[in-house]
């Protein structure tokens, strides 16, 4: 009977294979382990795998609702649209497509809340809107979010998953990595205290950025995490690249995490860092 | 008027015969001292760090070089930045600062290495840092794009209060062929995806990105070269005089309002 249900079911876990966190029927097979797992038990577990333990890639507002405190959060409203530099064919559509299938509107939510009880000014990215890609909206909504941490005094969380810098919008997309750098910038004058969370994928243009410069630079466990990718990395030298190259232990290892954190405890971790720049 | 097209220019800005920064730095100053090291490991030779003069004004420079044979593009790495190029630059970026020495960089690369090295030693946050360090500069900062500028490995010595680009130079999120790739999964799409990619010199002082156009003229090369060299030295002098007598938080708060106000959008109705 199970088996039944189970092949019954392959192609809804194959339109999930993509990890996005959007109810698309009410089971999901996890990519690792194949274990095909009731929706709602997924939710309840933090989109981490109860057989496995294998994290799901998070929508903005699961992310939201398991980091800030109930209620607290109010998102930043800054009346920008996304536009087509480039006069790509299909690229408003897409948008548009993906605003309907998400319910989100662009790659990034940025606004104020409450991490247990601490103010914070915090962004998510959301890996289902053309791979987190960073355009010229979400590369304004971090900057003006930053910015809004520095006037109010408050400490800057944001939670990373990208491709990089969006191809659709070209050169423009590019310059979005010095303008958030140059924020990152001032919030260093200003002592701010920014905490990165890297999760998986987080690459590119926002690896070569704002993500990797925080004072502390977290991520979740088997997160990838790099500049190039794999792919390009591979063709380039000729060879397969070795085991668990990429991953968050492989950046912790080397140099470039100051913790890797399991997602239940991301938010309790959080609010004791921002206690230690407390009182200071 | 002779209009060349996206692709000729690219394939232009490729070109091994095309000069190289060294070629630049060497025509452009009347004196130039290369300095090495990232201090930490290595001296990466994809970027050349140094100090140079223009009469009495002293200049750090920090600058992308490919190879000018083949055995040198082996040593430069193709002028393809490891991440101790950027920390090598950082170095420099800092002593500018120290010792109010205005910087000027030139920028030459089909981008940051892809490599398992590279990706060990952080390429990632190694451009950030360098585009961080550059943006806290408190002297004036001219970046110039003299052959191929990809990606975030050309950014990372990009952060100018002034970025100047030569005519026949490109700017780009990536290679036309990694875009091509990417959007369209057809790397064989290159030249297509060049022209809708906007990297000319044009496209991107129609973008506000670059500030000016420095003008190749078409004929015998080495006097373009020569008349190149000349222009660009005039525009650095002009520019530093420019920013003579500038307070040093001016001078940074002029770079940061440039890139802060790269972007296109639009902004929504009120009645939203």
Redesign the interface.
């Known amino acids: 009977m199970i088996v039944d249900k189970m092949k019954k079911r392959a192609p809804t876990a194959k339109i999930i294979k993509n990890n996005v966190d959007i109810p698309i029927g009410k089971w999901v097979k996890c990519a690792k382990c194949n274990e095909i797992i009731y929706k709602e038990i997924l939710r309840e577990n933090f989109n981490i795998c109860p057989s496995c333990g294998a994290y799901f890639r998070m929508h903005i507002n699961k992310r939201l609702e398991t980091v800030i405190d109930e209620g607290t959060y109010e998102k930043f409203d800054l009346?920008?649209?996304?536009?087509n530099?480039?006069n790509?064919e299909g690229y408003e559509e897409k948008i548009k497509a993906l605003r309907n299938k998400t319910g989100i509107q662009e790659a990034v939510s940025s606004g104020r809340g409450k991490i247990n009880g601490e103010d914070v000014i915090i962004c998510v990215m959301d890996s289902g809107f053309l791979m987190g890609s960073m355009g010229?909206?979400v590369?304004?909504k971090i900057?003006y979010s930053m910015e809004k941490a520095i006037e109010l005094n408050l400490p800057f969380i944001i939670f990373c998953t990208s491709g990089g810098?969006r191809?659709?919008?070209?050169?423009?997309?590019?310059?979005?990595?010095?303008?958030t750098?140059?924020?990152?910038?001032?919030m260093?004058?200003a002592g701010i205290l920014y905490i990165s969370v890297l999760t998986d994928p987080t690459y590119?243009?926002v690896?070569?950025?704002?993500?990797?410069?925080a004072d502390i630079v977290l991520a979740e466990p088997g997160a990838m995490i790099?500049?190039?990718?794999q792919r390009?990395?591979s063709q380039?030298?000729g060879e397969s690249?070795?085991e668990g190259?990429?991953t968050a232990e492989?950046l912790l290892e080397?140099?470039?995490v100051d913790k890797i954190v399991e997602r239940k405890e991301l938010k309790d971790t959080l609010s004791k860092l921002i206690k230690y720049h407390k009182n200071n | 008027m002779n209009k060349k097209t996206a692709w000729e220019k690219v394939e232009i800005a490729r070109s091994p015969k095309r000069k190289t920064a060294l070629d630049y730095i060497e025509k452009i100053f009347d004196e130039f001292i290369e300095l090495h090291g990232d201090r930490n490991c290595k001296d990466d030779k994809a970027i050349v760090c140094g100090l140079a003069k223009i009469g009495n004004q002293n200049f750090t420079v920090i600058a992308e070089q490919k190879g000018r044979t083949t055995k040198e593009n082996i040593e430069r790495n193709f002028g393809m930045p490891n991440p101790e190029s950027y920390r090598k630059a950082i170095r420099f970026m800092k002593q500018a600062d120290k010792f109010n020495r205005p910087v000027i960089t030139f920028i030459d690369t089909k981008g940051?290495?892809?490599?398992?090295e590279?990706?060990?030693?952080?390429?990632?946050?190694a451009?950030?840092?360098s585009?961080?360090e550059m943006?806290?500069l408190k002297v004036p900062v001219i970046a110039i794009v003299i052959g191929e500028g990809s990606?975030?490995g050309a950014?990372?010595i990009?952060?100018g209060n002034r970025v100047l680009m030569l005519e026949n130079a490109i700017?780009?999120?990536?290679s036309p062929e990694?875009?091509a790739s990417?959007?369209w999964k057809d790397s064989s799409r290159a030249k297509e995806a060049a022209e809708?990619?906007?990297?000319t010199a044009q496209?991107?002082y129609d973008?506000k990105?670059i500030d000016k156009i420095i003008k190749e003229p078409s004929g015998d090369e080495e006097e373009s070269f020569f008349k190149v060299s000349n222009s660009l030295k005039r525009e650095i002098k002009a520019i530093i005089l420019e920013f003579k007598g500038w307070n040093k938080e001016d001078i940074c708060e002029n770079?940061?309002q440039k890139?802060?106000n790269?972007?296109?959008?639009?902004?929504?109705e009120?009645s939203?």
């Open positions: 009346g920008i649209d996304t536009v530099p480039l790509l010229s909206v590369g304004e900057a810098a191809m659709q919008e070209g050169i423009i997309s590019l310059m979005q990595m010095a303008k750098t140059a924020a990152v910038s001032k260093n004058d590119g243009g690896t070569a950025s704002f993500a990797t410069i790099g500049f190039a990718g390009v990395i380039t030298i690249l070795p190259f990429q492989f080397h140099g470039f | 940051a290495y892809p490599g398992i590279a990706e060990e030693k952080g390429q990632g946050e451009i950030a840092s585009m961080l943006s806290k990606s975030g950014l990372a990009g952060i700017y780009s999120i990536l990694g875009y990417i959007l809708k990619m906007r990297l496209d991107l973008l990105v770079r940061y890139f802060r790269i972007g296109e959008y639009k902004k929504l009120e939203l």
